[in-house]
C-alpha cells in the first residue's frame, strides 16, 4: 500500500481483506482490515481507509470503523459499499458479535456525505439487519458484496459466502439476499450456486463481463468469484445467470469455481472488485500475506500488504488476461 503520511500508524500491524472499494467525489476510497494492535488476525478488526486519486498513490486515513457495538465488538469484518443514483453511500459489512462471534450483517452510511474523504460513519440503530438462515452455521455467514439492481422486481440484490453440510464435507455457497431499502432483506429461495467438497466461501464477488462471441448469442456471461477459506486462494468462473431462477450456471463445468481458474497464483488473497465510473473499467484488489513466520512479524511490527492492482479483461468469452492499471502509465 503505497501511501502519504501513515495516517496514525496504519502503515504498521495487520493489513488483510480490501473492503469498500468506490469512487467517490474525485477520489479512490480503499478500506480493508486492520488490526490495530497486532500482527495477525485477531478478534476486534477494523476497517482501515486509504483513499487515492489515481489508484496508484495513497493517503491513509484515520480508523474508518472501529469494533463498539454488541454485534461487531469481536470485528467488524469484510463487506462492501453501495452508491445509489442518487449518490447515497450505502456500508453493508459483517459484524462478529458478544455471543461466541456469531456473524451477522451490519450497515453504516457517512456521518457527513459533503466529505469527500468519507472519515466518519454512523452505524444504524436497526442493525444487524441479516441473521443467518436455518441450516447455515452461525460463524459460516459473511462477506456481503456491492448490491447491484435488477429492474425485474425494483429491488438490490447482494451476496454472500458460506458452506453446508452435506454429509460430512462441507460444499461452498453462494446465496442472494434482495432488498428495496437496504434496511429489510428476503433470503432468495434455492442456493445461487453450489460446488461439491470446496468449504467455506469468502469474500464473494459477481459482476457481467460480456457476451457471448462465438455463438452469436445475446446472453450476458457472468464472473462468480470466492475466496476458498480451506486452501486461501482466489478462484472464479464465467458463466451465465438467471435472475428469475436464481441460478448461475459455469459455461465450462470443468472449470467450475473452486476447482479451475484462478486470479493468481501466489498468495493473493480476499479479493474484491468495483466499477471505476471515472474511467469504465472494472478494478481488482486483493492482499498479499507474506511468508514469514509469526513471530517475524512481531518483530518487524506488520503484516501483509494491499497490493496488485488489476484490470481484468474479457477475451474470447472463455479467459482473462490481466493489466496494470492505465493509472501507471498515466
Known amino acids: ?74 470485528g467488524v469484518l469484510s463487506g462492501s459499499m453501495t452508491v445509489l443514483p442518487n449518490g447515497t453511500v450505502i456500508m453493508i459489512y459483517t459484524g462478529a458479535t458478544n455471543a461466541s462471534a456469531i456473524e451477522v450483517q451490519c450497515i453504516a452510511t457517512p456521518a457527513d456525505p459533503n466529505d469527500p474523504f468519507l472519515r466518519r460513519w454512523t452505524k444504524h440503530p436497526a442493525n444487524p439487519v441479516i441473521w443467518s438462515p436455518p441450516g447455515i452455521g452461525t460463524k459460516d455467514f459473511r462477506d456481503p458484496m456491492t448490491a447491484w439492481y435488477d429492474e425485474s422486481d425494483d429491488t438490490w440484490r447482494t451476496l454472500l459466502g458460506s458452506k453446508d453440510d452435506q454429509d460430512g464435507h462441507h460444499d461452498g455457497i453462494a446465496m442472494m439476499y434482495k432488498t428495496k431499502d437496504f434496511l429489510n432483506y428476503e433470503l432468495i429461495p434455492g442456493i445461487l450456486h453450489r460446488v461439491e467438497r470446496t468449504g467455506e466461501w469468502e469474500c464473494i464477488d459477481f459482476y457481467p463481463v460480456g457476451r457471448r462471441s462465438s455463438d452469436n448469442s445475446s446472453e450476458m ?59 469504465k473499467r472494472r478494478v481488482l484488489m486483493g492482499y498479499v500475506g507474506e511468508v514469514d513466520s509469526k513471530r517475524a512479524d512481531v518483530v518487524k511490527g506488520w503484516a501483509s500488504i494491499q497490493v496488485y492492482i488489476y484490470l481484468y479483461l474479457f477475451i474470447m468469452h472463455v479467459r482473462y488476461i490481466d493489466l496494470c492499471v492505465g493509472s501507471l502509465g498515466d
Do not use: C
Request: hydrophobic letters at 35%; charged letters at 20%; glycine letters at 10%.
Open 221 to 279: 456471461l457472468h464472473v462468480l468469484k470466492a475466496s476458498m477459506d480451506d486452501e486461501r486462494h482466489d478462484y472464479y468462473s464465467l458463466g451465465t445467470y438467471d435472475s428469475a431462477a436464481n441460478t448461475w450456471t459455469p459455461i465450462d463445468p470443468d472449470l467450475d469455481l473452486g476447482i479451475g481458474l484462478r486470479y493468481d497464483w501466489g498468495k493473493f488473497y480476499a479479493s474484491t472488485s468495483f466499477y471505476d465510473p471515472a474511467k
Open 1 to 74: 500500500l503505497p501511501a502519504d503520511g501513515d495516517g496514525g500508524g496504519l502503515l504498521r500491524r495487520h493489513h488483510a481483506d480490501p473492503n469498500g472499494l468506490m469512487y467517490y467525489r474525485g477520489w479512490y476510497h480503499m478500506f480493508f482490515q486492520y488490526n490495530p494492535v497486532g500482527t495477525d488476525w485477531d478478534d476486534g478488526m477494523e476497517w482501515g481507509h486509504a483513499v487515492s486519486r489515481n489508484l496508484v498513490t495513497w493517503r491513509t486515513l484515520p480508523i474508518a470503523m472501529v469494533a463498539d457495538q454488541w454485534y461487531d465488538i469481536l
